[in-house]
C-alpha cells in the first residue's frame, strides 16, 4: 500500500541553525500539508500546498518557514533558525481530493533544537 | 475558531470489552471527521473518514458515528484487544475552504487494554 515517507526520523540542531525536513507524498496525491506536535499537546496544522503555492498557512508558519516542492516527488519544510520552541514531532501529510479526501500521514521527524 | 474536544484524555479498560471514545466539535460546518490512531512517538494512521453528508462509517471491528448537528462523533471498538492500546485522535476539516484545508484535531485519548 502506498505511504507517505518523511526523513530523516530524527534531527538534532542546535539553536539558529537551519534544517530542512523532506516528505515524499504518495505518488499520485496532489495536496500537500505540513502539521506539528509539540510533545503533550495537539497536533496543529502549519501550511497546505498545492500546484506549487502554498494554499493556507497558520501563524505559527512565520517568516521562518518555508514549504518547496523542488522535484516531482519530494516536498521539503525549511525553519531558517530554529529555536528551542520549534522542537516537537513534523508530520507531512498527502490527500487526493478525487478520492475520498483522507489526509495520509507520514511517520514524522522528531527535531530537537538544542 | 473549531475546537476539537476529547475526554476523557486516558480509559483503561479490559480485553474483551466494548468501548465508545467520543469526539465533539464546536463549529458543525464541517466537510468531514476523520478517526486516527497514534502508537507512541510515532505517525498518524488513519482509521476512518465519515464525509458531512454521512452518518456512519465502519472497518471491522471499528465504527465510527456523526452528529453534526449537535457536534459530536463517537468512535466504536468491539472487543477491545491489548494491540487497540494507542491514542485515537479527531479530527475535523471545515467546510467552507474546500478539500485543500487544514484538520483540526482535538488532543486524543489514551487507551490502554489490559490483558
Known amino acids: 500500500e502506498p505511504e507517505v515517507t518523511q526523513t530523516p526520523s530524527h534531527q538534532v540542531t542546535q539553536m539558529g541553525q537551519e534544517v530542512i525536513l523532506r516528505c515524499v507524498p504518495i505518488?499520485?496525491?496532489?495536496?500537500f500539508y505540513w502539521y506539528r506536535q509539540i510533545l503533550g499537546q495537539k497536533v496543529e496544522f502549519l501550511v497546505s500546498?498545492?500546484?506549487?503555492?502554498?494554499?493556507?498557512k497558520s501563524e505559527i508558519f512565520d517568516d521562518q518557514f518555508s514549504v518547496e516542492r523542488p522535484d516531482g516527488s519530494n516536498f521539503t519544510l525549511k525553519i531558517r533558525s530554529t529555536k528551542l520552541e520549534d522542537s516537537a514531532m513534523y508530520f507531512c501529510?498527502?490527500?487526493?481530493?478525487?478520492?475520498?479526501?483522507?489526509?495520509?500521514f507520514g511517520p514524522g521527524t522528531r527535531l530537537t533544537v538544542l | 475558531k473549531q475546537e476539537v474536544t476529547q475526554i476523557p484524555a486516558a480509559l483503561s479498560v479490559p480485553e474483551g470489552e466494548n468501548l465508545v471514545l467520543n469526539c465533539s466539535f464546536t463549529?458543525?460546518?464541517?466537510?468531514?471527521l476523520q478517526w486516527f490512531r497514534q502508537d507512541p512517538g510515532k505517525g498518524l494512521t488513519s482509521l476512518l473518514l465519515?464525509?458531512?453528508?454521512?452518518r456512519e462509517q465502519t472497518s471491522g471491528r471499528l465504527n465510527a458515528s456523526l452528529d453534526k448537528s449537535s457536534g459530536r462523533s463517537t468512535l466504536y471498538i468491539a472487543a477491545s484487544q491489548p494491540g487497540d492500546s494507542a491514542t485515537y485522535l479527531c479530527?475535523?476539516?471545515?467546510?467552507?475552504?474546500?478539500?485543500?484545508?487544514?484538520?483540526?484535531f482535538g488532543k486524543g485519548i489514551t487507551l490502554s487494554v489490559r490483558p
Open positions: 501529510a498527502s490527500s487526493d481530493r478525487l478520492s475520498t479526501d483522507t489526509q495520509y
Open positions: 505518488s499520485n496525491h496532489l495536496y
Open positions: 465519515i464525509q458531512s453528508s454521512q
Open positions: 479530527a475535523v476539516k471545515p467546510r467552507d475552504t474546500g478539500a485543500n484545508s487544514k484538520l483540526t
Open positions: 500546498f498545492y500546484n506549487n503555492e502554498i494554499s493556507e
Open positions: 463549529d458543525s460546518a464541517i466537510y468531514n
